[in-house]
């Protein structure tokens, strides 16, 4: 049976954490508070249910255009998180009580351990420290880099794990007070992958443009 991608699983990991509530934003002033990783991380953690829509590209060199699905990713419970792609194709991808079921209409669901996956060790415990604004275990598992302020800030994570390491460079975070926009993960091969979430995901809508894509995942207007 085929696996999903270290950078597929990780991002359906991550992109959970964000709502599809509207950004809360801090008042400019003359000198922006600077975003840490504990503000950050507290503002990651969310009760459930919690539910985002999301807008992914994948690049590939075999591909004129990066590949775009789009679709929703919800938090039901504590202890389960569901990737559901709408478009171009329906599939839902549901992690839970570390076992991965994906299951698509007409066919036979693929089910697998997530201890399959040796690059993915050690995921669900980083799961809880996101999901718990849990610093010091999330550093168990990666280094941590947080730059930017509270306005407009990012959080670059880059894995620890030697076995993680040979598929994966880093997972960047990108938000906008407490809105968490979009998250670009760097395979160590190919192109990176981003996922726009939440009020990014919802001004794609129309965009076709890999650059203005990209402007939207790292802060910017749309532009094409």
Do not use: N
């Amino acid at each position: 049976m085929r696996l999903p991608s270290a950078t597929k699983a990780l991002s359906l990991a991550l992109a959970i954490f964000a709502l599809a509530a509207g950004t809360t934003l801090r008042a400019a002033t003359a000198e922006p508070a600077r975003a840490d990783s504990d503000w950050i991380l507290a503002r990651l953690a969310q009760p459930v249910p919690a539910r985002t829509s999301f807008v992914e590209l994948r690049g590939s060199r075999l591909l004129k255009k990066p590949l775009r699905l789009q679709g929703e990713y919800r938090r039901p419970d504590r202890d389960t998180l569901v990737r559901e792609v709408t478009a171009p194709y329906a599939e839902t991808t549901t992690i839970r009580a570390g076992e991965v079921v994906i299951a698509r209409a007409g066919r036979t669901p693929r089910r697998f351990s997530l201890a399959r996956v040796p690059e993915l060790a050690g995921l669900q415990t980083s799961f809880g420290a996101l999901l718990g604004g849990d610093r010091e275990q999330l550093e168990q598992h990666y280094r941590i880099d947080t730059q930017g302020t509270r306005q407009r800030w990012t959080m670059t994570l880059t894995p620890k794990d030697p076995a993680m390491q040979e598929k994966l460079e880093t997972i960047t975070l990108y938000g906008r007070g407490a809105e968490l926009r979009c998250i670009e993960t760097q395979p160590v091969q190919g192109d990176a992958q981003r996922t726009l979430l939440a009020g990014a995901a919802r001004a794609a809508t129309g965009v076709t443009g890999a650059g203005a894509l990209a402007a939207l995942c790292y802060g910017g207007a749309k532009s094409q």
